[in-house]
């Protein structure tokens, strides 16, 4: 890949620990993964709901939003994924630079762009969570009619039925979005970063109200 040159990078006096400070709480990214239909979006902004309501700021890029304007040049070729993280991933570093809590939520299939994702933060700035739901389950909520189409062959590429999906190794959170409630999933999101000092939150509370926002 082309890299720019003649440049130089420039140090701001507002930095990171500035703007952690005034926020709060510690900026970091959670790295949603897992098959179409397995809950990533639903998670990541019901977990930025209940952020939110804490007075966090937070972001999340969503697979399908991020689509139809940062990359929505690419299309679903294994080229064209890897280089869809790539620039997710460096949006995110940008994003915890800012002092943000950013979320991200697509299925990056491949255990290598998620780890090339995970080599542009500093140790600790990176939470790669699974969502953890088997195919059938997947199918079944088919919101989209993804798969029927995926299984009829009128969408090719498609993960989990003609491209491979390559589960984290050794995710920081694995979430049973299959047999867990929401709430009891954005429970385990708090608790985990509460326990990494990203945030405070009473981590002795079994069970996490989900406030839904109404406009």
């Known amino acids: 890949m082309k890299k720019s040159t003649n440049t130089i990078w420039h140090h701001a006096t507002v930095t990171r620990d500035r703007r952690e400070q005034q926020n709060g709480h510690r900026s970091t990214v959670l790295w949603f ?12 902004h019901a977990v930025e709901e209940e952020l939110h309501h804490q007075g966090c700021r937070t972001f999340v890029l969503d697979g399908d939003n991020v689509r139809h304007g940062l990359c929505s040049d690419l299309g679903f070729s294994a080229e064209d994924r890897t280089e869809n993280i790539r620039r997710i991933a460096e949006t995110a570093k940008l994003l915890t630079e800012a002092g943000v809590i950013a979320m991200t939520a697509f299925i990056s299939p491949f255990r290598s762009d998620r780890e090339r994702a995970r ?15 088997p195919l059938e ?3 079944q909520r088919d919101v ?3 798969y029927r189409r995926a299984r009829a062959g009128e969408v090719k590429d498609f993960t989990g039925i003609s491209s491979p999906y390559e589960p984290p190794l050794s995710p920081e959170l694995v979430v049973a979005t299959d047999s867990l409630s929401l709430e009891d999933c954005v429970a385990q999101v708090l608790s985990l970063l509460h326990s990494r000092g990203v945030i405070n939150w009473d981590n002795n ?5 989900i406030r839904r926002h109404v406009s």
């Open 33 to 44: 993964t897992g098959l179409s239909g397995a809950g990533k979006s639903t998670l990541a």
């Open 119 to 133: 080599s542009l933060f500093s140790h600790g700035d990176f939470i790669e969570i699974y969502c953890q739901a």
């Open 137 to 139: 389950l997947c199918e």
């Open 144 to 146: 989209k009619g993804l």
């Open 205 to 209: 509370q079994s069970q996490c109200t």
